[in-house]
């Protein structure tokens, strides 16, 4: 089974519409990421969380809000959808590393959104 | 701010052929740098990665060294499969704790048979 899972993995909606992508891990990690990718831009940080009590803006939040409700589930909420929102979303997750250290991050399979 | 800039694509490159992707970046302090790869369909994964200067990471015939000098840390394989088609992002996470990674812009490559 995949360590990081994400659902829905395709999902179609109108302009205006609510959205939630739901992301769940069994990695036992405390730190959880929302990401977007775009052709030719990379990934973009969304949100991030070291824990359940601490949530932090990425660079590019506006638009979006996140809930974590345990430490392995973090979900991505598009309050009121519009049309340069549709992207690949990704979920990734990072434990602690050697020394202390954060690094490798864990990303699940994306979830591709179109907004109409 | 932090940020890394690799070589724009796609790269088109025959079977056995050498492969150079190139990647800088700019950071404060003492950051990681990593390697990962997106495979048509799924998410990123590590590919290597090196956390200090004049480290090399390998993996799967890839690989890359840190230069702290040059600020650099290009991707290089002796000889592409077709299976190495891919995007491959290079990132860097800064060095108070690496909570969060900066990603350049990936590049696509080909590689036909």
């Known amino acids: 089974d995949a360590d990081v899972t994400q659902t829905p993995r395709n999902r179609i909606t109108k302009t205006g519409k609510r959205i939630m992508l739901e992301c769940s891990q069994t990695?036992?990690?405390?730190?959880m990421y929302w990401y977007r990718q775009d052709p030719g831009l990379g990934l973009r940080l969304i949100y991030y969380?070291?824990?359940?009590?601490?949530?932090n803006k990425g660079e590019i939040s506006d638009g979006y809000s996140v809930s974590r409700q345990a430490q392995a589930k973090f979900s991505l909420s598009l309050e009121s959808a519009i049309p340069n929102q549709t992207a690949l979303y990704f979920c990734?997750?990072?434990?602690?590393?050697?020394?202390?250290?954060?690094?490798?991050?864990?990303f699940g399979p994306g979830t591709r959104l179109t907004v109409l | 701010g932090n940020s890394v800039t690799q070589m724009e694509g796609p790269v088109t490159l025959s079977e056995e052929a050498f492969l150079t992707i190139n990647c800088t970046y700019t950071a404060t302090g003492y950051p990681s740098l990593f390697w990962y790869v997106q495979y048509p369909g799924e998410g990123l994964q590590l590919l290597l990665k090196?956390?200090?200067?004049?480290d090399k990471g390998s993996n799967k015939g890839f690989e890359a060294t840190y230069r702290k000098e040059t600020t650099s840390f290009h991707l290089e394989k002796g000889s592409v499969q077709v299976s190495d088609s891919a995007v491959y992002f290079c990132?860097?996470?800064?060095?108070?704790?690496?909570?969060?990674?900066?990603f350049g812009a990936g590049t696509r490559l080909f590689v036909k048979a």
């Open positions: 990132a860097l996470s800064d060095g108070t704790g690496g909570f969060k990674t900066i």
């Open positions: 990734a997750t990072a434990g602690q590393g050697n020394l202390g250290s954060y690094n490798e991050q864990f």
């Open positions: 990695k036992g990690h405390d730190r």
């Open positions: 090196a956390t200090k200067a004049d």
């Open positions: 969380s070291f824990d359940v009590k601490d949530i």
